[in-house]
């Protein structure tokens, strides 16, 4: 319950309550009948409105809709505004110092199911992939063109592609 709410405001809020917990112990049945007796009852009152008063009750609901949603908003700042990032716990995996048999993955300890066998990179070692070689079939640690992305400061993207490698590795993580 909060304690610096409004009055006008606790008394809805309670009034709320009390209803759903009316209605809570009523029958279904009953409960339709509530329901199209008060909807008779609202469409009765809004059919005897004036323009001047249909235009009131409308500006009425749309300020008491703004109220709430300004509200729930200062609220969230509010706590947005408490939060402390020296109170979130630091999680830390280790180090990624784990070699996976089939692949030779790297991998956390953690990351180890008790079989000791990981599904996520080649299925326990039922997926093979050749490794990348060139025409003369020596073996490539990376694409040529990768690689002097990587190391090549005098190659024109090599800025953009640190400055974006992140970006670009999720572009193509699903191909």
């Known amino acids: 319950m909060n304690t610096d709410e409004e009055p006008i405001a606790k008394i809805r809020r309670m009034t709320k309550e ?50 709430v949603r300004d509200r729930q908003s200062q609220r969230i700042r509010d706590e947005a505004i408490l939060f402390i990032e020296a109170q979130v716990e630091t ?29 996520r990179c080649c299925r326990k070692g039922k997926i093979k992939l050749d490794k990348p070689s060139d025409a003369l079939s020596n073996e490539l640690l990376y694409p040529n063109f990768l690689f002097d992305l990587l190391t090549n400061p005098n190659n024109p993207d090599y800025k953009n592609f640190h400055d974006d490698i992140r970006s670009q590795n999720s572009a193509v993580s699903f191909a």
């Open 18 to 67: 009390r209803k759903t917990r009316w209605l809570e112990m009523q029958s279904k049945e009953s409960l339709n009948r509530i329901r199209a007796v008060d909807a008779a009852a609202y469409r009765r009152r809004i059919e005897a409105e004036t323009p001047a008063q249909s235009q009131a009750r409308r500006e009425r609901d749309a300020e008491a809709h703004h109220l």
């Open 91 to 119: 999680h830390n995996s280790g180090h990624m110092n784990i070699i996976y048999q089939f692949c030779k993955s790297k991998n956390f300890a953690a990351e180890r199911p008790s079989d000791g066998k990981l599904t």
